[in-house]
């Protein structure tokens, strides 16, 4: 297991339940930030995790205001196998949204001509990530600095129809780079193993 302090004298005590798998800040653009199991017992093996958690800053190296951040689960990218809903606002109106697709909507960052130096933050969820049943996903973010003065909020949960354990995650831009200075935190969860 990732953390062999929540065995003291052979006994199971409650230990840390977040254990950070993965790190990366950018020092330069980047198109894709990739995790994979190390499939080897320790940290990096995502076998032992209930769930995932991923904080990501981000801005996008894109010619515009915003672009679009998305993840794929395993490479996985065959048409419709994500099913998502979306409920999103920008201070002067609201949408709901929904639909399935060939890779995770995470929402809106900000990108090159919004305001200089602001990222946009995410907080990912997924969910029994190595269950045999389908996965969840589910992204709550928020952005501002785009030149129109307002940025925008969102919170997309999404499926992903597939039985396989999650040994893979990569996060992308829609339309260019990941900026430099964009940072990843990867957490794996631990299931709770005494009563």
Known sequence: MADPAYIVDGVLTDGEAWVGIAHETLSLPASTVTWTSTDDGQVGDFS??????IIVYVRSTVASDQDTLYMKLNN???????PW???YGNGSSATAANGA????????MVAATGTANVFSVFILDLFDVNSGKYKFVQSSYGNEGYDTGYGSVG????GWN?????TEIDI??????????????????????VA
């Open 48 to 53: 032992q995790y209930m769930d995932f958690k």
């Open 76 to 82: 996985s990218g065959v048409s419709g196998i994500y």
């Open 85 to 87: 809903q979306a409920f």
């Open 101 to 108: 697709g060939n890779k995770i909507n995470l929402g809106s």
């Open 155 to 158: 919170f997309y949960p999404h």
């Open 162 to 166: 597939s039985q396989e354990p999650i």
């Open 172 to 193: 992308f831009s829609n339309a260019a780079n990941l900026a430099a200075g964009s940072s990843f935190s990867l957490f794996g969860i631990l299931p709770r193993m």
